[in-house]
């Protein structure tokens, strides 16, 4: 029988601070208290305490993880929850020293993000035919996903309050409960339109809300409930294989899409990275890679020195 690991209170203190005095989201703190129990169970396992934990042994844990076949991600993760910890209980004096100052996480190889071509777009954006609710509410999602850049989190918490169709504008909620507002573009405008108008959502609305916010959601499911992440992500992925996309395809695929789009026609990077919500621009910067042309292109037309024609 496995013996459960029982995270230290100084573990439990640092969880805690993290959601109240950060904010941060169920997942993210889920996801820390999994690479903590991780880290605990190890120093069980090597008899170390917590307080006596020393800079190589938090090193000798990162080739645990490695040797176990982890991910790079993974790893990286693990050892910046880690890492964070330490500092915390360093800082609140929980813990004498911080032994994982000097250790960085392993880095982790960046892929570009996988979007859709502009055919690609055009022919997941054609499938979606016909006037009933389902359609409606379907063709509603791809374009705002599409055009607006949002995240499917962002799209299933919309509520109609949020929503100017009048002004082309939508108020979005994203990480770290930052708002932003983001503009409609015509397509992702019409197909709001024709989800909210008469046929649509109202048709899907049941006779009596089960909850309270589902009165106010945006996109509903067919039992008249608010949409939630996993409902929306199935939606994208069963018209990107009825399209013929190869793939699978995810909601996040559209996010880099219109980002990636924008940049193509010339956007500015400052632009996109407000529209996307991003709270550092280097995160909108792994975007620019998929656009090697354009960015051979703005080089050779505004560098003095770029032609070869040039006078020395």
Known sequence: MTTAVVLPIEAEEYLTWLATEKGRSTNTLTAYR?????????????????????????EAYVGVLREAGKAPASVARAIVAVRSMHAFCAAEGLLPVDPAADVEPP????GLPKGLSEEEVGRLLAVVVGTDPVARRDRAILEVLYGTGIRIAELVGLSLGELDL??????????????????????????????LDTGGRPAMAPDRWARRGDAEAVFLNQRGGRLTRQGAWWIVQEHGRRAGLDRELSPHALRHSCATHMLDHGADIRAVQELLGHASISTTQVYTGVSVERLFAAYRDAHPRANAGVQR
């Open 34 to 58: 999994r690479d903590l129990k991780g880290y605990g169970a190890w120093l069980d396992e090597q008899g170390i305490a917590l307080a006596d934990v020393r800079p190589a042994d938090v």
């Open 107 to 110: 880095s982790v190889p960046r």
């Open 166 to 195: 009048d002004d082309a504008l939508v108020r979005v909620l994203g990480k770290g409960n930052k708002e932003r507002v983001i503009p409609l573009g015509r397509y992702a405008r019409e197909a709001l339109a024709d989800w």
